[in-house]
């Protein structure tokens, strides 16, 4: 089983057509069986999500814009 972890710019860039990621990593991340993402890259893609700075960002607001994405992306887990 191959898996690959994405940080947070990563994901963003992923998410968006993955215009900054070179061609050799978009191919790794295709062939991964497995692609994780980090709880601080949920909180972080939740805040943004949610027009918010990370740090007045709460849990109340990040949630539902993560698992927006979240479940847009079958293969992050």
């Given at each position: 089983m191959?898996?690959?972890?994405?940080?947070?710019?990563?994901?963003?860039?992923?998410v968006?057509g993955?215009?900054?990621?070179?061609e050799k990593?978009?191919?790794?991340i295709?062939?991964?069986?497995?692609?994780y993402?980090?709880?601080?890259?949920a909180?972080?893609?939740?805040?943004?999500?949610?027009?918010?700075?990370?740090?007045?960002?709460n849990?109340?607001?990040m949630?539902?814009?993560?698992?927006?994405?979240?479940?847009a992306y079958?293969?992050?887990?």
């Open positions: 191959s898996a690959i972890m994405l940080d947070t710019c990563g994901l963003i860039w992923l968006n993955g215009g900054r990621i070179s990593t978009l191919r790794s295709e062939k991964a069986d497995v692609v993402v980090s709880a601080a890259t909180l972080e893609v939740g805040c943004k999500a949610a027009g918010l700075r990370v740090r007045s960002c849990h109340a607001t949630f539902p814009a993560f698992f927006a994405v979240y479940y079958p293969l992050l887990r």
